[in-house]
């Protein structure tokens, strides 16, 4: 899949993109120790990424051609103020 790479932001539980796309990367923000869940498939999909943040900000890099989504990307905050997402 090529495409140009988009990017949203949510400060909760909600639905990154409806429709499929490879995430490429991350940016966390979580005052205290939280969770990010990224589900292929809605709120009750396949877990596809699942990180335990504690630090102001996080960028994490997903390399290569980065995570698969079938479906839509939803994410699950826990604990986690903001979270950026970066996909194609």
Same mark, same amino acid.
């Given at each position: 899949m090529t495409s140009d790479l988009q990017s949203k932001k949510l400060a909760?539980?909600?639905?990154?993109?409806? *429709? /499929? *796309? @490879?995430?490429?990367?991350?940016?966390?923000?979580?005052?205290?120790?939280?969770?990010?869940?990224? @589900?292929?498939? *809605?709120?009750g999909g396949t877990i596809k990424i699942d990180l335990v943040a504690? %630090? /102001?900000?996080?960028?994490? %890099?997903?390399?290569? *051609?980065g995570v698969r989504f079938e479906t839509d990307i939803h994410a699950t905050l826990t604990s986690i103020d903001a979270v950026t997402v970066f996909w194609g």
């Open positions: 909760s539980t909600g639905t990154v993109f409806a *429709g /499929p *796309g @490879r995430v490429k990367g991350l940016f966390i923000y979580s005052k205290q120790e939280g969770t990010l869940t990224l @589900r292929d498939g *809605g709120s504690d %630090n /102001p900000g996080v960028y994490v %890099n997903i390399g290569a *051609g």
